[in-house]
């Protein structure tokens, strides 16, 4: 569009971008620090905790620090974890973990099984209670810079372009958001935040960055399958000793169970699915048996951001800050980011009055930061992750002897070797994947999941799902890879469609499906997929996720 446009301004004194448990606690913190201080919220969802997926066993720690009384609300915290079971899964067997040996991190009393979407509508309550104005439907879709090259505050999308980027009749140009200081929290892989960080240079002597993706479903389950307060983690089959990942099963109320999958991205076969195994894991005798005449009522699925201690950005810059999951605040063998993510958004909060109010200088969140439980916890997970390069139970080995026996003080820091688009190795040096017809019973396709999701965009507008070369994809990524994002995509995004003759491939994107996983920028091997914000409230429709 024309840089010319022009566009209405409205000035706060903090611009936050993303109403998730970091961007909402920092808003929450600050009006209960300084009431006077305006804040506003942008949130690209349709309404608060439309985006929001998660497993999730949720530790109260960072919200009895922000809401000391929350229990005495009516806040979505009910079902407190009663037991736990990890287990090793072969293909048609289960071998059970005593918990008594799981290393602490790893243990889940006290806490609840929840959904962070409800929490974070909760949340959202609070926080206009307080005096925040949130703008739920707006995506921040730019970052705008002072003359000295700080952060000046966001630019919202503009509404109403068509595909081929002109102006409908409904056209409404964005907004410019000015912000004294300007913090995001966009989630995982935030599109804004990436930019950041490559322009301020935050990752500067970082391990690269690594992410995995998670399934998750919610299944309304036969009574006698369902035992409310249970906690169940597994590794092993589907996936070969290679390949990191594992699931969950937790049984919340009236019924229902949320179940689910993490695949690190970092895998190598371009012909690996991860939706396909996710599928695959429920067809074990020991899941199905949990599942059968149950139903599935919802589907989701979304990118993690696993690097920790090692791969953590400098998070802040001048007039910004970077903080939850869009910096990788994440506690990776506590399979946890929530409370962390607000633990950093609490921290933000604070050092934003000073900034205000003392002019202390906004470095000094670093020092904040490192100072805090939430830090502490990364660094005494940080050699976890690295450990899986060995294989699944080497890793569980060593993970027991740092967790356990060192409580995460060994005297080293394994770092990450790869990026994630790093890792595939080309089609002709791996064995084709196989997966089993789904049954519409316990295993689905692709479309029938997405439907769950609610996703919307309208069709006419741009895609946001951009190739920086748009030959790319036929002319290397599908002869050297078997073009991966057929499969990498949870929501069938992405195709290769040939004619009747199976020549003249054509690579065809379904933006309108997208959910916002954020996945195909993470793993696209030559790094040619650009994910930026659609039109505000595109997207999934998550409800209790």
Same mark, same amino acid.
């Given at each position: 569009m024309n840089n010319d446009t022009q566009r209405e301004s409205m000035e706060y004194d903090v611009v936050i971008v993303g109403a998730g448990p970091a961007g909402l606690s920092t808003a929450i913190k600050i009006k209960k620090i300084n009431p006077d201080i305006s804040v506003c919220i942008l949130e690209k969802s349709a309404e608060i905790g439309a985006h929001i997926l998660s497993g999730n066993v949720f530790e109260t720690r960072a919200l009895d620090e922000l809401i000391p009384n929350w229990q005495e609300t009516?806040?979505?915290?009910?079902?407190?974890?009663?037991?736990?079971?990890?287990?090793?899964?072969?293909?048609?067997?289960s071998l059970s973990w005593p918990t008594w040996l799981l290393p602490s991190v790893q243990k889940n009393h006290n806490n609840y099984i929840i959904s962070l979407a409800n929490l974070c509508r909760w949340l959202g309550e609070q926080a206009e209670n307080l005096g925040v104005e949130i703008f739920p439907g707006f995506a921040a879709s730019k970052v705008l810079y002072n003359d000295d090259g700080s952060v000046q505050g966001v630019q919202t999308g503009d509404m109403g372009i068509d595909k081929d980027g002109n102006k409908k009749d409904n056209y409404e140009p964005g907004i410019n958001l000015i912000g004294k200081v300007t913090v995001f929290a966009e989630g995982c892989r935030g599109h804004l935040g990436k930019e950041l960080i490559r322009k301020f240079n935050l990752n500067k002597g970082k391990s690269p960055q690594q992410y995995g993706i998670g399934f998750k479903e919610i299944w309304e389950v036969n009574p006698k399958n369902h035992d409310e307060g249970l906690v169940m983690h597994t590794v092993g089959w589907p996936l070969d000793n290679n390949t990191y990942g594992g699931s969950f099963c937790y049984h919340a109320?009236?019924?229902?169970?949320?179940?689910? $999958?993490?695949?690190?991205?970092? $895998?190598?076969?371009?012909?690996?699915?991860?939706y396909d195994e996710f599928q695959k894991f429920k067809t074990h005798p020991k899941i199905k048996a949990i599942l059968a005449k149950g139903k599935r009522i919802s589907y989701g699925a979304r990118a993690l951001i696993e690097g920790g201690y090692q791969s953590l950005p400098k998070m802040y810059m001048p007039g910004a800050l970077l903080i939850g999951c869009d910096a990788g605040t994440l506690n990776m063998p506590k399979i946890k980011g929530s409370h962390t993510a607000m633990k950093s958004g609490i921290i933000a909060a604070e050092t934003i009055n000073d900034f205000l109010i003392e002019k202390i200088e906004l470095s000094s969140y670093e020092k904040r930061f490192t100072k805090s439980w939430a830090y502490k916890?990364?660094?005494?997970?940080?050699?976890?992750?690295?450990?899986?390069?060995?294989?699944?139970?080497p890793a569980i080995i060593f993970s027991g002897i740092d967790q356990i026996l060192f409580r995460g003080k060994l005297p080293f820091t394994l770092k990450h070797k790869h990026a994630d688009h790093e890792t595939l190795l080309p089609k002709s040096k791996v064995k084709k994947i196989e997966y089993p017809k789904y049954d519409n019973i316990i295993t689905f396709d692709k479309t029938s999941s997405v439907y769950l999701t609610g996703t919307n965009h309208d069709d006419n507008q741009p895609v946001h799902l951009v190739l920086k070369d748009p030959d790319l994809p036929i002319k290397h990524t599908l002869e050297k890879f078997d073009e991966p994002a057929q499969r990498y995509c949870p929501a069938g995004v992405y195709e290769v469609q040939k004619d009747q003759n199976g020549s003249n491939p054509k690579f065809v994107i379904n933006a309108q499906n997208c959910i916002h996983c954020k996945t195909c920028d993470i793993k696209e091997p030559s790094q040619n997929i650009n994910w930026v914000t659609p039109e505000g409230s595109?997207?999934?429709? $998550?409800?209790n996720m």
């Open positions: 009516n806040a979505p915290i009910k079902t407190k974890v009663s037991k736990e079971k990890f287990l090793f899964l072969s293909k048609n067997s109320e009236n019924n229902q169970i949320f179940i689910g $999958y993490v695949i690190g991205l970092d $895998y190598s076969n371009p012909f690996l699915s991860p916890e990364l660094f005494e997970a940080r050699n976890v992750k690295p450990s899986f390069r060995w294989g699944l139970i595109g997207g999934p429709n $998550y409800a």
